[in-house]
């Protein structure tokens, strides 16, 4: 539990009803988000976001190193306002973690849910000793990117296209 001002946030583990919905959801919005890249053709793209999804949770919520968290609002009717899926393993420098997945639902968003989230996401790893925690952001995802800046994330890299046609 982390407090952001008056936004507090606790995680829950995922239940499996919990996890089909998220999982549905998930490799839709990737697929989207991909083709909206400009990385995939729409083409396939389901498929190709189903097979990255369920390679990447082979074991589904038992997967190893992998943790899906249901976000609940500390409030008097501690609503579930999101999900969490983060990674951690062991790497040259020291066991790192890396943010997977964040999603506030359409009706918390704009109220500091997402920061207080990552916040909380951040306290737990630095308990449990990681040396860093990394993300993937969708260049067009500006509200995303400020939300990151904002935290203290800093780029690492870039892909950059010209578009031709």
């Given at each position: 539990?982390v407090?952001?001002?008056?936004?507090?946030v606790?995680?829950?583990?995922?239940?499996?009803?919990?996890?089909?919905?998220w999982?549905?959801?998930?490799?839709r919005?990737y697929a989207?988000?991909k083709?909206?890249s400009g990385?995939?053709?729409?083409?396939?793209a389901?498929?190709?976001?189903?097979?990255?999804?369920?390679?990447?949770?082979?074991?589904?919520?038992?997967?190893?190193?992998?943790?899906?968290?249901?976000?609940?609002?500390?409030?008097?009717?501690?609503p579930?306002?999101?999900?969490?899926?983060?990674?951690?393993?062991?790497h040259?420098?020291g066991r790192?973690?890396?943010i997977?997945?964040?999603?506030?639902h359409?009706?918390?968003r704009?109220?500091?849910?997402?920061?207080?989230?990552m916040?909380?996401?951040?306290?737990?790893?630095r308990?449990?000793g990681l040396?860093?925690?990394?993300?993937?952001?969708?260049?067009?995802?500006?509200g995303?990117?400020?939300?990151?800046?904002k935290?203290?994330y800093?780029t690492t890299?870039?892909?950059?296209?010209?578009q031709?046609?």
């Amino acid at each position: 539990m982390v407090e952001n001002e008056m936004i507090r946030v606790e995680f829950v583990p995922m239940d499996q009803a919990a996890f089909r919905t998220w999982k549905e959801s998930t490799i839709r919005q990737y697929a989207d988000e991909k083709v909206t890249s400009g990385q995939w053709a729409a083409e396939g793209a389901d498929e190709r976001s189903r097979h990255a999804v369920e390679s990447g949770l082979p074991q589904g919520l038992s997967t190893p190193e992998r943790y899906l968290r249901s976000i609940v609002a500390l409030t008097d009717t501690r609503p579930l306002v999101g999900s969490l899926y983060w990674a951690e393993g062991d790497h040259p420098g020291g066991r790192t973690g890396f943010i997977l997945d964040l999603v506030i639902h359409e009706a918390f968003r704009r109220q500091g849910y997402a920061q207080a989230a990552m916040q909380a996401l951040e306290a737990h790893c630095r308990q449990a000793g990681l040396r860093s925690l990394s993300l993937h952001v969708f260049a067009f995802n500006r509200g995303a990117v400020s939300l990151y800046e904002k935290l203290g994330y800093e780029t690492t890299s870039f892909n950059m296209t010209l578009q031709l046609s």
